[in-house]
């Protein structure tokens, strides 16, 4: 029987936990969540990013910017699934032999896709690879519960906006500091056009 830990458990289920048999967890329909894993940002850390999407816009950039209250540095992306029990119990392991660790904000960049346009993001520091190794340990929890691999590399980025155009030669060098002091799961929800992202289950680092 699965249960969830740690202080903020659960605050809901979806009901039956995953397809069984499958090997994996993406369901069809039903009760699946868009689900993803997080690093939560305090709030002079998302005061930083707004500073350097406002100087981007400033900059003539266009796009649609993400609004401060849903900046987060994702950990890992899951995708369409109902197993709660397992993404936590995924955290819970993970998180058991992760202290709190610093990250460190740096200059802005974006990931160019085929069209013009880009994802525009600030660009994290992990100087002693501390969330890479989190991110490893993740990974592997999760797979050993039967969630499918995630991205092969981790790149690290608080995402600004997306279908950026006009940021050519837009540099924007920081160097706030924060401490990492756990990990959130949310589901990620579009609600009247914007995307709304409810936290679901916390690990603290301790
Ligand atoms: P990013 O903005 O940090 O790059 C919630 O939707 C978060 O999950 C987004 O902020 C996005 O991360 C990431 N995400 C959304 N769709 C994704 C996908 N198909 N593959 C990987 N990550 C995705």
Redesign the pocket.
């Known amino acids: 029987q699965c249960k969830p830990h740690g202080a903020g458990a659960l605050a809901k289920s979806g009901g039956g936990l995953y397809n069984e048999g499958t090997g994996s967890h993406k369901t069809k329909g039903g009760h699946a969540m868009?689900l993803?894993i997080?690093i939560a940002l305090p709030p002079d850390i998302r005061r930083a990013a707004a500073d350097t999407a406002a100087r981007l816009r400033a900059h003539g950039a266009e796009g649609r910017f993400?609004p401060p209250e849903?900046y987060?540095?994702?950990l890992r992306?899951i995708?369409e699934s109902n197993a709660l029990c397992e993404a936590a119990e995924a955290m819970h392991s993970a998180a058991r032999d992760c202290r709190p660790f610093l990250l460190r904000l740096s200059d802005y960049g974006a990931?160019s896709g085929k069209s013009e346009s880009s994802?525009g993001?600030v660009t994290v520091r992990d100087d002693q690879g501390e969330l890479r190794r989190l991110y490893e340990t993740l990974e592997a929890a999760l797979w050993e519960r039967g969630f499918d691999r995630?991205?092969s590399r981790l790149m690290p980025?608080?995402?600004l906006g997306?279908s950026i155009t006009g940021d050519t030669g837009f540099a924007c060098p920081r160097n706030e500091a924060f401490t990492a002091q756990g990990m959130t799961l949310?589901e990620?929800q579009s609600v009247r056009g914007q995307?709304a992202?409810t936290p679901l289950h916390k690990e603290l680092f301790v």
């Open positions: 868009r993803f997080a993400v849903n987060h540095i994702t992306f995708g990931f994802t993001f995630g991205r980025h608080i995402t997306r949310y990620s995307m992202y």
